[in-house]
């Protein structure tokens, strides 16, 4: 009888435990999004310790950066090399405004920052393309 209680009682918290990650998809991953305006100049502001000044004008240049980018993804819908071209052109003007605004030594660390954020991205896509290349096959197997 102890036995068939003991399996019970394991059975019951191992389907209560599955339930529950089950409820959270990301459990254990970070959500994937980008962090929002406030988050990213708090971030960029510990790094490059700018000024308050800097940190106003460099959250105008980012709000407007994404108010645009916002309205080219909505306008080229679906032509992908027409919104790579426009999306190069403001990331080329937003990094502009940015180098007018920073002294030399910021915008190296700020380029740095950048370079390290692109390559820990392309890490990241091409992990997830070998994981999700598996032929069919479950790749927990």
């Known amino acids: 009888m102890k036995k068939v209680l003991t399996?019970?009682?394991?059975?019951?918290?191992?389907?209560?435990?599955?339930?529950?990650?089950?409820?959270?998809?990301?459990?254990?991953?970070?959500?994937?999004?980008?962090?929002?305006?406030?988050?990213?100049?708090?971030?960029l502001s510990n790094k490059l310790y700018l000024t308050?000044?800097?940190?106003?004008?460099?959250e105008s240049i980012n709000n407007e950066f994404f108010t645009k980018m916002r309205a080219e993804r909505n306008t080229n819908q679906g032509d992908r090399e027409k919104m790579r071209e426009s999306m190069q052109a403001l990331m080329n003007e937003r990094d502009a405004r940015i180098k007018s605004l920073l002294t030399d030594e910021q915008y190296k660390q700020y380029v740095a920052n950048q370079e390290q954020m692109r390559n820990r991205n392309k890490k990241n896509?091409?992990?997830?393309?070998?994981?999700?290349n598996n032929n069919g096959e479950c790749p927990c197997w």
């Open 7 to 43: 399996i019970c009682l394991i059975a019951m918290i191992t389907s209560v435990s599955s339930f529950t990650y089950a409820q959270n998809p990301q459990h254990g991953r970070r959500s994937g999004r980008m962090m929002d305006s406030k988050q990213q100049i708090e971030r």
């Open 125 to 132: 896509a091409n992990y997830n393309d070998k994981r999700n």
């Open 52 to 58: 308050d000044e800097q940190k106003k004008e460099f």
